[in-house]
């Protein structure tokens, strides 16, 4: 019988610098670079001259850099953007959308992608082999993704198949995680999935196989278990640093669906108390949170979906309405500025920006497009060959699905 290799227990640097951005008062109006980089988080480098300059400057000198580029390029901003990124997106989306933008695009040279890592990768998969897609702050990762190390996840799957054989698990990844995960599903029969398609996901994976890996995120595998009528007794989380993921071989065999130890630190920072409160001072408001919240949070509240589903949702209620919001603040901001008709505010009364997300500085959008202008491609995410065909198998099966 294999065991889990000793591995040190490590957690990912962005999760310890979740809370650098963290405000008591609302304004995430940006600051210059340089003031910025005192939060103490990492930051890529850029020449000198971009590092003092001040928002207007940097708004003027994008828009500029942004008309001369016309569209041979495409900007895409997740809904996670500062205000004064996303301003200059050609396209705003949760990540899968904004990739499949970018890939139904033809004759583009190069997307400039505000949002993290993995989504750029997942770009570079889905676009033509020939468009260069740029990450403006190479820095700019995530945390969930950062908790599902391939070597950790490939120890896991050898684990899991020897002891149930590969016909019986089916591994899922969420979009959130690194194209080596998305190719390791593809290559081993699994399949990607949103938090807007998970369910469909799941029914599509129990056809084929008696019990399902779900990597990375443990809440949206669990809520979405649990909505599939999974009871949580037949649910086991496998952390990493442990053997057998923490788990006992009967406990791992009685399993229906083995949730990876992952989660996302902004929407665990949401608690049942935060609802209590809110429904205190707003007898009629209504509470929707995003399914990477905890099963307790989900479930105390009135609606749980995408981030799309929950724009939608915001925009679509009556006037006069209350909205308390649990996912990230720049969109929830964004949603109250966009609607003076109804009463929105997020649940989280201290105001915590994604904190990667928040890496893409509009300074760095200026810097890589004028770098762009001058014929200069910085910061190209490029996923190599064999990993990007078996983490487009996997993105396919999901199109064939939804
Ligand atoms: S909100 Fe959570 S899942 Fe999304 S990029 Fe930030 S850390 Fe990752």
């Not at 000793?6 to 999760?15: G, L």
């Not at 650098?20 to 940006?30: I, Y």
């Not at 990762?141 to 050898?158: H, L, R, Y």
């Amino acid at each position: 019988m294999t065991s889990t290799k000793y591995r040190p227990r490590t957690i990912p640097i962005t999760e310890i610098e979740q809370s650098a951005f963290c405000r008591s008062d609302s304004n995430l109006k940006s600051k210059t670079l340089a003031e910025e980089l005192k939060a103490g988080v990492r930051w890529q480098r850029v020449p000198a001259e971009y590092r003092t300059l001040d928002t207007d400057e940097i708004i003027e000198r994008t828009k500029h850099a942004r008309a001369k580029l016309g569209n041979k390029i495409m900007v895409l901003g997740h809904h996670y953007q500062r205000d004064e990124v996303i301003q200059f997106a050609d396209f705003r989306g949760d990540s899968y959308n904004l990739s499949k933008y970018a890939a139904e695009k033809k004759g583009l040279e190069a997307v400039v992608f505000c949002g993290v890592h993995f989504m750029a990768e997942t770009a570079d998969i889905l676009t033509d082999t020939d468009v260069s897609v740029i990450l403006p702050n190479l820095m700019a990762g995530c945390s969930m993704a950062d908790m599902a190390k391939i070597e950790d996840v490939e120890d896991c799957w050898d684990e899991i198949t020897g002891l149930f054989g590969e016909e019986t698990v089916i591994p899922i990844t969420y979009m959130n995680s690194t194209a080596a995960i998305k190719s390791l599903c593809g290559l081993n029969g699994g399949i990607v999935c949103t938090s807007s398609n998970a369910a469909k996901v799941f029914e599509w994976a129990f056809e084929r196989g008696q019990r399902l890996l779900f990597l990375p995120d443990q809440h949206l595998g669990r809520n979405t278990g649990l909505k599939f009528g999974v009871s949580a007794d037949q649910m086991v989380v496998w952390s990493p640093f442990k053997d057998h993921g923490g788990n006992s071989i009967q406990q791992l065999n009685d399993a229906r669906i083995i949730l990876w130890e992952g989660h996302c630190s902004v929407h665990t920072r949401f608690n049942v108390d935060q609802i209590t409160i809110a429904r205190e001072k707003y007898p009629d408001v209504n509470i929707i949170v995003h399914p990477e919240c905890t099963q307790n949070v989900v479930k105390s509240a009135d609606m749980n979906g995408s981030t799309e589903l929950i724009i939608k949702t915001v925009t679509e209620a009556d006037p006069g309405t209350v909205w308390a919001i649990g996912t990230e603040i720049s969109l929830v901001n964004r949603l109250a500025n966009e609607h003076p008709d109804k009463t929105i505010f997020c649940l989280d009364p201290v105001v915590c920006p994604c904190s990667t997300m928040y890496r893409i500085h509009p300074t760095y959008l200026l810097w890589v497009l004028e770098a762009l202008n001058d014929g200069v491609v910085v910061n190209q995410i490029k996923v190599d060959e064999k990993t990007r065909l078996h983490a487009l198998t996997a993105l396919e099966r999901m199109l064939s699905v939804s």
